[in-house]
């Protein structure tokens, strides 16, 4: 199962299977039974309840979480829209690969495998300012790479990125899906001043302006205003929808990048749960946009996939109790 | 260490030690040098240079969590302000004993030791709308109890609760500590209707009144208007606090018998964080009276420290983050 074109891409994407019913519904009447008064765990509950559905269990278990960071470079920083120099992508890779970012700690603090894939970070994608970021070609190869990345036997995905600039492209990619105008999407990313929020804004308002013939088409805009690792991200989360895995959606870049999968086809992120809202200011209301509730709310603005993976400890702690916990008849318990 | 009388239990508390505030400076140093924007981890940053300054070290660990649930019955019960028969107290200690609950869930989910303590279930405290709940004695063993169910070698402590209508003493000991009335501190606790909720708030109310001489003094407002859970939980989070070991607050019940201490003696909470906030609605208010913000918000009001135990996912990742991460100088990235 692959794909070579957008067209292709969007058609396995339709595709994709819906969750479990039946095994939803088990969830459902087990998660009735468990020692606790009724709704007593909250939120875990309808977490628990919606992960058995995806994963087609009434008890499913999350042991084999994947987390996967894609990094890209971005023609865009011409623009002085980052506070950060684009040598640092690089740096923050090996950083990655040698075990020392914050993802590596998270990652290695909830179980999870990680991977890290560096997409041509010698050739920035093309200012968005000037043409489109990516031709099909690249657009279709970047989104390949986060595709072919998932472990189709991990039972939850994080995907995360690093990418000098790529809140730039993030707020194009939501203007462009969501409208409001580019201010109202940008935000100050890893720390720009005043005058770098102004250039963010000017950028993504001429990007908008330059690609105005495709805004209409999703996958279009993000082949115009996106990044490789943006799209290798989308590419991920489209095959955990196809594979019926689960995902912990991270901050404000990775909600973009899933939000064109939603655009292009409804339903596309039934299987997301958004793992926080980041201080990003636009990010909570991207979340708003897609009808996710986060489950986290600390402030992070890191990007890597490091809300994410700190929300992997919520979902297993959900899990746990609906899969561990004895029934009222189990325990000889009153009040079942 | 120990004491016999609720004096000497004061004056241990009021004799506790500071943060170490070299360890401290030394985390917000190491803070600044690792591999992020500044404050990109947010709270995390935050929680980890706090922990760092009660663990004594600029590089702490959250290996060894501790877990203790305290078990007690109520009096109060039979004014009929619980959804559940008193029975269940004990049904969910074997529950508790045979790994079954929730909570074992959670400590299991993150590493943590378990220990269960049932204060005399057989014996519910006196009904505090006919006289003292305690007496001196019983107060002071049940402090004790808590006080000595602490293991001094864990990093991190919970402390949880099981009781049967004991929402209804931690309404009582919030109004009676902070005011406001009974009505402001009543809640639905497990699942009581309009009239039990009425229920509540009038024997709370009548509480109030008959033991309205003790009321300026918070030891003894938790003898009169508390259960020995509640001041068994009091005593491991005060032991916390001389010991120097982190605590996670739980619910409303948790969090009412800390206020407890630090209306006895000012910063006797300088040690515990808000795991989370729960559902019952006097929690946020209570929380917010003590000035702590909770890490969670998740819809939780179970119990048994639950929604602490979930927290230490959050405790866990940011202390990873902090004493894992390489440096600027370590990683070879620009910008530090």
Redesign the interface.
């Known amino acids: 199962m692959t794909f070579s074109t957008l067209s292709d891409f969007r058609n396995l994407l339709a595709a994709a299977p819906a969750a479990d019913e039946a095994a939803r519904a088990a969830a459902v009447e087990r998660n009735g039974q ?11 509950e309808d977490l628990a309840v919606w992960f058995a559905g995806w994963r087609g269990t009434d008890r499913p278990r999350c042991d084999r979480p994947q987390v996967i960071v894609f990094a890209g470079n971005h023609g865009v920083v011409a623009q002085g829209v980052s ?3 684009a ?2 992508t690089v ?2 890779v ?2 990655f690969r ?5 993802i ?3 990652a ?3 179980g999870a495998e990680m991977a890290v894939h560096a997409l041509e970070l010698e050739r920035p994608v093309v200012d968005f300012t000037t043409g489109p970021a990516m031709d099909e070609a690249e657009v279709v190869a970047a989104l390949r790479r986060g595709w072919e990345a998932v472990d189709p036997t991990a039972d939850v995905l994080v995907v995360g990125e690093m990418g000098i600039g790529n809140t730039t492209p993030a707020a194009a990619l939501a203007a462009a899906l969501f409208g409001g105008g580019a201010e109202s999407w940008v935000g100050r990313g ?2 720009v001043d005043d005058a770098g929020l102004a250039r963010k804004a000017d950028a993504v308002a001429r990007g908008l302006a330059l690609h105005a013939a495709v805004l209409g088409d999703p996958l279009q805009v993000l082949r115009c205003l996106g990044g490789r690792e943006l799209a290798a991200m989308a590419g991920a989360i489209a095959r955990a929808r196809v594979e019926r895995v689960p995902v912990v959606l991270d901050g404000f870049i990775c909600t973009a990048s899933a939000a064109v999968l939603e655009k292009a086809v409804a339903g596309s992120l039934d299987h997301c749960v958004a793992g926080h809202v980041s ?1 990003e200011g636009a990010h909570g209301r991207l979340l708003a946009a897609l009808g996710k509730e986060p ?8 990007g890597e996939g ?1 809300g994410a ?2 929300a ?3 979902v ?2 959900a899990l ?2 609906h899969s ?3 029934t009222f008849a ?6 079942g």
Do not use: D, Y
């Open positions: 468990l020692t606790k008064p009724p709704g007593a765990l909250g939120r875990l506070a950060f120099p040598e640092v740096q923050m090996a950083n040698h075990g020392g970012a914050a590596n700690q998270l290695r603090a909830f890893t720390g201080a489950l986290l709310n600390l402030g992070l603005r890191l490091s993976a700190l992997l400890g919520v297993k702690g746990a109790c561990g916990m004895a189990e325990a000889g318990v009153s009040g």
